[in-house]
């Protein structure tokens, strides 16, 4: 952690390309108002002396006031976000993977998110992610971010969510649908994968967008990091006892009205099943989106999907599993949208080809589809309800399981902007 | 060999002679940029003359366009507090950055109109805190804002200070002969009662002298709702309003709805300069009051 604070001071020495450009003060120090005659009235000379003492005192004079009104608050940016659905499933035991998914007829609250943010200083950033369940507070996130690193770099420090993909970096209240993709509950676990540790990132000097992200994670935590090191926590020796998690973000804008966005990631790490066993969870992602701003128009058609191939050392085999969702969203008014999901696991198969026992869910023994629709209304962009419905086709179940969801959302104060 | 020198000679100062790279949230503030920098740098949009600045989309592309910026003019005001803050974390370019010499926030150039005084929340729809964020409608404004920029930009680059100066200067004064012209080609239109869409022509309405009856929207940012658009209907023709404006950004068929049972007048135009396409602020802003003294002077 020393070695950075040689690197934030000469952040300014590092300025990559700016013309001739000494820091100058915002605005020219202010006036001193004359000072009304007191009683007593002191000399000329000491007068001079005061105001050039003044006029010195304020010479780093900070931005000049707002006129009027302006919001000026040294509270962080705190925000709300609740969810609140009401449920109805056709299985006793429905298959949902997420940690805020509803889980059983009737109402849930699923979360009460807390996120706080606002610049520590010159050189970080703080954002924190609490949630609020009916039984406790968890920290989902909280951590620091760089921002005046030379370079380009950016390093975060603290417990966050990796940027393994697209979904897994983002919170419910962001997502298309009411619950989490099954990939990301499966692999990861029904927080998503999230852990206490370092994060660097660099934006390439190229042309068009690319981004590469290196962060070291720890790999415990059932429902953050199911398929490394889990529900068990055997300590840390050596730096192969972390989760490794690599991502490259690209981003094409083709045209004003068209985008793309395209990932590769890979997360790598230990696994409890033996001594030195690894587990390596492959994926790509894509972001299509169509909004035709040039014309004016309020409709919005986007995809996304994300593919995930998963490999496990486990005693005497190498356990390997697909898993990937794709879905359509369409904005088709101003207040309204749909959406479309599909999701599937593949069973775990060994080396032999054939399906192996899974140690993490031993009841997943053949293909899982799951397919999803629903429909958003927002009546503005600080609220939403959603209907939404699913049928769950788990090869191994003997029927499918159905299910129909009516969520609604509240977003009260500042909350930041959401990455594209 | 000596012209082998010069050559490289000429390669290697070509980064200086790129001068300031400034990036500006909107087309107007691109466009008035451009008039103050000229040729001493390059200007960027984020965003079009046809896109909502309320919403637009924090494409990556974009926070590659501020990660090599030497400025960002924007128009504040909470304007693009939706899309700009994470483009800025993403850029990860300090000298833009809030606090950093190249953040130019433009609303601390203008007297701002519509600063609430009471409390507010938002249940009275999306209002901005800090006042009204549409001050470009004004060209008035837009003199404030071309010094501004200027003496924003001389310190960030003290050799083309003189440049900057002079250019706003002989902006201002193209600028302020136009409105001369404009404004008395729209003399006529003083007083006259108009509805908007937004609450985004209050600077516009202040200037040329219209008198807001009343707005499409019930609240700033939220959709109307049938009762209302019967009230604004009423209003109108209250007030015998012929004329109705609007961005083209907002949906047509209320507006249009309410220009054909009272017989007035719409006019739709775009949230600023097509400055993609070369137009200047001067430009776009004859556009406009040409266009609404044709609609404005028909009974």
């Known amino acids: 952690m020393y070695a950075l604070l040689p690197l934030i001071g000469a952040t300014a020495a590092w300025a990559e390309d700016p013309p001739a450009a000494p820091a100058a003060p915002e605005s020219a120090p202010a006036p001193t108002p004359a000072p009304a005659p007191p009683p007593t009235a002191p000399s000329a000379e000491d007068l001079a002396a005061i105001e050039a003492a003044l006029a010195a005192d304020s010479a780093p004079a900070p931005a000049p006031a707002r006129g009027a009104g302006g919001t000026q608050s040294m509270n962080p940016d705190i925000s709300f976000i609740a969810d609140v659905a009401f449920a109805w499933f056709s299985a006793e035991e429905p298959l949902m993977v997420g940690g805020h998914d509803p889980t059983a007829n009737g109402f849930t609250l699923q979360q009460l998110e807390m996120a706080i943010a606002a610049p520590v200083d010159p050189y970080f950033s703080f954002h924190s992610n609490l949630v609020f369940s009916l039984f406790g507070v968890e920290i989902e996130e909280v951590y620091g971010t760089t921002s005046a690193l030379p370079g380009r770099f950016q390093v975060r420090a603290g417990q966050f969510l990796t940027r393994y993909g697209r979904i897994n970096p983002t919170h419910p209240h962001s997502w298309d649908f009411v619950d989490q993709a099954v990939p990301i509950g499966r692999l990861f676990g029904g927080e998503g994968n999230r852990g206490l540790g370092l994060e660097a990132t660099w934006l390439a000097p190229t042309p068009w967008y690319v981004e590469l992200v290196a962060s070291e994670t720890y790999a415990g935590g059932e429902s953050t990091a199911r398929s490394f090191w889990g529900a068990q926590d055997p300590g840390f020796a050596s730096p192969l006892d972390l989760q490794t998690t690599l991502a490259l973000k690209q981003f094409f804008p083709l045209g004003s009205d068209l985008s793309l966005a395209w990932g590769l990631s890979g997360a790598l790490g230990p696994n409890p099943t033996g001594l030195g066993n690894r587990t390596e969870i492959y994926g790509t992602d894509v972001y299509l989106k169509y909004r035709p701003v040039s014309r004016g128009g309020e409709s919005v058609v986007s995809f996304q999907g994300e593919l995930m191939h998963r490999r496990r050392q486990v005693p005497e085999d190498v356990l390997a599993d697909w898993n990937g969702y794709g879905q359509v969203f369409w904005r088709f008014a101003r207040r309204w949208g749909a959406a479309a999901r599909y999701e599937f696991g593949t069973a775990a198969t060994g080396l032999d080809g054939t399906v192996a026992d899974d140690p993490l869910d031993p009841e997943w023994t053949a293909l899982r589809q799951r397919i999803s629709a629903n429909t958003t209304f927002w009546p503005t962009e600080f609220s939403r309800l959603r209907l939404q419905a699913h049928t769950d086709l788990a090869g191994w179940r003997e029927e499918p399981d159905y299910a129909a969801l009516l969520a609604v959302e509240f977003n009260v104060g500042a909350h930041g902007a959401h990455a594209f | ?299």
């Open chain 2, 1 to 299: 060999m000596r012209h082998l020198f010069a050559l490289l000679l000429a390669l290697l100062s070509l980064p200086a002679h790129a001068g300031l790279r400034v990036v500006a949230t909107v087309p107007d503030l691109a466009a008035i940029t451009r008039e103050v920098l000229r040729d001493r740098g390059t200007v960027t949009a984020l965003s079009l003359p046809t896109q909502d600045p309320h919403f637009v989309d924090a494409r990556p592309n974009l926070a590659l366009e501020l990660a090599r910026a030497d400025a960002l003019v924007l128009v504040g005001l909470d304007l693009e507090i939706g899309w700009l803050p994470n483009l800025l974390t993403g850029a990860r370019n300090p000298r833009i950055q809030v606090g950093g010499g190249g953040h130019v926030d433009c609303s601390t150039f203008v007297h701002l109109k519509d600063v609430p005084l009471g409390k507010v929340d938002r249940s009275m729809g999306d209002v901005h805190p800090g006042g009204n964020p549409h001050y470009l409608y004004d060209p008035r404004a837009a003199d404030a804002v071309a010094f501004g920029i200027a003496a924003r930009l001389a310190a960030l680059d003290p050799a083309g200070a003189q440049a900057y100066t002079s250019n706003a200067a002989d902006f201002v004064k193209r600028l302020d002969t136009a409105r001369v012209s404009w404004e008395a080609l729209l003399a006529p239109l003083r007083g006259k009662p108009v509805v908007t869409y937004h609450a985004s022509w209050s600077y516009f309405t202040d200037w040329v002298g219209l008198e807001t009856v009343a707005h499409v929207e019930p609240k700033p940012g939220i959709p109307p709702s049938p009762a209302h658009v019967a009230h604004v209907l009423a209003s109108m023709q209250e007030h015998q309003v012929g004329l109705i404006l609007q961005e083209v950004y907002y949906p047509e068929t209320t507006p249009s709805l309410l220009r054909d049972r009272t017989g007035g007048r719409l006019l739709r135009v775009a949230g600023g300069a097509d400055f993609a396409a070369g137009q200047t602020y001067i430009e776009r802003m004859d556009q406009v009051v040409h266009q609404l003294a044709e609609l404005g002077g028909h009974p």
